[in-house]
T-cell receptor, first 113, second 114 residues
Framework: DADVTQTPRNRITKTGKRIMLECSQT?????MYWYRQDPGLGLRLIYY???????NKGEISDGYSVSRQAQAKFSLSLESAIPNQTALYFC????????????FGPGTRLTVL | RKEVEQDPGPFNVPEGATVAFNCTYS??????FFWYRQDCRKEPKLLMS???SGNEDGRFTAQLNRASQYISLLIRDSKLSDSATYLC???????????????FGQGTTLQVKP
């Protein structure tokens, strides 16, 4: 079984809808991250969490919110989706024992019409 | 200016060729450096860390030049399976040391042809 899983893997939605992307990990890592990837822009950090009570904004947090429900779960919400949030979204985990190495989930492809 | 810059390519090379990618970073206080590999529509995976003294892993050699703020990746004897996007990754140094965050370049695409 994969160590970092994301659901859904693909989602098509309409402008204005609320969307939640979920991430779960079995690696026992404290740190979790949400990124989006757009062609030509690379991966950009949306939010990150270093433990259950810690939430931090990343480079591009506007229009997104997160919840760290447990050490193993970190969800990303788009309160009112807009077309320029169409992207590939990745969750990642790390902890002090992994150094700076991050382990990524398989990604969620989100299309906002 | 982007914090981490790479030539997006694509680099098209024949099997067996040697190919090199460079990457520059803007933050002189950057702490750690990596190359990640990303296959089409898949998640990034760590290829190798980059150390100041340079390091090698099989056909792959990574170099770091802190004075010039660039990182390189050399692939020898290219295989078809090396076709992927290679992401240059840097960790910034925060006020209390390593922030745990990664800054990604946009990636360089390599296509190895038979």
């Amino acid at each position: 079984d994969a160590d970092v899983t994301q659901t859904p893997r693909n989602r098509i939605t309409k402008t204005g809808k609320r969307i939640m992307l979920e991430c779960s990990q079995t690696k026992g890592h404290d740190r979790m991250y949400w990124y989006r990837q757009d062609p030509g822009l690379g991966l950009r950090l949306i939010y990150y969490s270093f433990d259950v009570k810690d939430i931090n904004k990343g480079e591009i947090s506007d229009g997104y919110s997160v919840s760290r429900q447990a050490q193993a779960k970190f969800s990303l919400s788009l309160e009112s989706a807009i077309p320029n949030q169409t992207a590939l979204y990745f969750c990642a985990t790390s902890d002090l024992s992994s150094g700076d190495t991050q382990y990524f989930g398989p990604g969620t492809r989100l299309t906002v019409l | 200016r982007k914090e981490v810059e790479q030539d997006p390519g694509p680099f098209n090379v024949p099997e067996g060729a040697t190919v090199a990618f460079n990457c520059t970073y803007s933050n002189s206080a950057s702490q750690s450096f990596f190359w990640y590999r990303q296959d089409c529509r898949k998640e990034p995976k760590l290829l190798m860390s980059v150390y100041s003294s340079g390091n090698e892993d099989g056909r792959f050699t990574a170099q770091l030049n802190r004075a010039s703020q660039y990182i390189s990746l050399l692939i020898r004897d290219s295989k078809l399976s090396d076709s992927a996007t290679y992401l240059c990754v840097v960790t910034p140094r925060g006020g209390s040391g390593n922030t745990g965050k990664l800054i990604f370049g946009q990636g360089t695409t390599l296509q190895v042809k038979p």
